[in-house]
């Protein structure tokens, strides 16, 4: 088996590659002598064919599956061997490549061509600078996290009357066309409604006022305008809420009231623990301001990076084989069409320019990332998540957990490890280049993102 490189500039190449019968030769004579032992033909028993039926019979196909078989494990291989820092994968050369006559041919040519990566230099010193926004954290934001917690802690109490945004509690009476109470109509007891959520605005204006005890008469799809809403408030099954168009008598037993949560040492502890240091508004309000500063910072970071990423494809000059990677993404996405690809493509370059860039940075600077380290990434995104909903002590072995399940999908893994990486990435470029602070505002900020 003779395998070669020939090389046509400096990104793009061909592996040459051909296959001989000595190559082969015992590969297939293996494989057929094992069919032979196993194959039932009839009018022999098993085992007892003759060899030449056998090869005329399987003969093609194991030599195509063998060959094949060389030229994957070859090709592979010599590229490993060579440490070839391929683009893309091979594709058959479309003028090399020829038809074979497998009944006839012994010998194969085969030709690949090949995406090569091309050298990169990336300069990084104090005499570049990098502009770094830090977003400035506002009174406004502040009190909007602190009405956000106060409200997700709240709680409904009991209240004489009913205004628009109360919820209701009551019994439902089916009616009859003149009003009077269905026998074994619909008559579902202790069912919640919130005023706020009626569509109609003569029925909503109804039950704004009324008291325990007081009576209105409605058509719940007329006031719902939803009839899955319905079905489950009267507990009957979807379809019968289609065609439902009966009033009902709707006595009120309780009136409620949300009322948000007080700014006091209880709401602290619920929201961070038995053993908080948060015992004030005061020591609220700065907790506060200090979350919302670290998750700007994620935004800041996200920018700079962007920013940094840009700057560095501009300013790094790297020659890439664009008309074969066009041809290999028009390969590897059969269902895209070709203007698809096309309209595509520039993206693909700027993110392709900007991982062997990340890429030499690493190498340069020895960054890796560990398994612990991708744990601790995960077990951050977990409590990220849970603050989202308010819940800020959660207990470690719960995020152990979750962590573990998102780091089971490989998909999550790899999406995770190259975060980490890059990141890794941007550290180095903050250490070696000029920082220009700049404080702006979320809204400017914002304007910026768009």
């Not at 074994?184 to 009626?198: H, Q």
């Not at 962007?306 to 008309?323: F, G, I, N, Q, S």
């Not at 490890?417 to 470029?429: F, G």
Request: aromatic share 8%.
């Amino acid at each position: 088996m003779n395998i070669n490189l020939e090389n046509i500039d400096a990104v793009n190449a061909t592996i040459n590659l051909s296959i001989e019968k000595a190559d082969y030769e015992k590969q297939v004579a293996d494989v057929l002598k094992d069919y032979r032992q196993k194959a039932n033909i009839p009018g022999f028993r098993p085992g007892k064919a003759p060899k030449g039926l056998i090869e005329k019979k399987f003969g093609t196909a194991v030599l195509v599956e063998e060959v094949n078989k060389l030229l994957s494990q070859n090709l592979s291989k010599y590229m490993m061997d060579e440490k070839l820092p391929i683009l893309g994968e091979p594709l058959p050369n479309e003028e090399k490549t020829t038809d074979f006559n497998w009944e006839k041919d012994e010998n194969f040519e085969f030709a690949f061509d090949i995406a090569l990566s091309p050298e990169v230099k990336v300069s990084l010193n104090k005499e570049s600078k990098y502009k770094y926004y830090k977003i400035e954290v506002s009174e406004e934001m502040i009190s909007q996290q602190e009405d956000m917690a106060t409200s997700q802690l709240g709680q409904n109490v009991p209240v004489d009357v009913a205004i628009d945004n109360s919820s209701i509690r009551g019994n439902f009476v089916q009616l009859d066309a003149e009003g009077n109470e269905v026998e074994g109509g619909i008559a579902p007891e202790g069912v919640l409604i919130a005023v706020d959520m009626i569509k109609d605005e003569a029925i909503k204006n109804s039950f704004v006022g009324c008291k325990k005890d007081d009576i209105v008469i409605f058509n719940p799809v007329k006031a719902f305008e939803n009839t899955k809403e319905v079905g489950h408030m009267l507990n009957i099954k979807p379809e019968e809420a289609e065609t439902l168009e009966s009033e009902f008598r709707y006595t009120v037993t309780e009136i409620l009231q949300y009322e948000k949560a007080e700014l006091n040492e209880e709401l602290f502890k619920k929201l961070y623990g038995e053993e908080t240091e948060v015992k004030t508004v005061e020591d609220f309000r700065a907790r506060i301001k200090g979350e919302i500063a670290t998750n700007l910072v994620h935004s800041s970071d996200n920018k700079f990076t962007l920013d940094t990423r840009d700057a560095l494809v501009e300013k790094t000059d790297m020659e890439l084989p664009e008309v074969f990677l066009k041809r290999w993404l028009t390969t590897i996405n059969k269902e895209l069409t070709q203007e698809q690809i096309d309209k595509d493509f520039p993206n693909f370059i700027l993110d392709l320019k900007w991982q062997l860039i990340k890429d030499v940075v690493a190498k340069e600077n020895e960054i890796q990332v560990t398994p612990e380290e991708t744990v601790e990434f995960a077990k951050k995104m977990a409590l990220a998540q849970y603050q989202q909903y308010g819940i800020h002590d959660v207990p470690a072995e719960q995020l152990e957990s979750f962590a573990n399940m998102m780091l089971e999908k490989q998909e999550e893994k790899e999406r995770i490890y190259k975060k980490i990486a890059e990141d890794k990435v941007i550290a180095i470029v903050k250490e070696k280049v000029t920082l220009q602070d700049e404080e702006i505002s979320q809204e400017k900020f914002n304007e910026m993102m768009k």
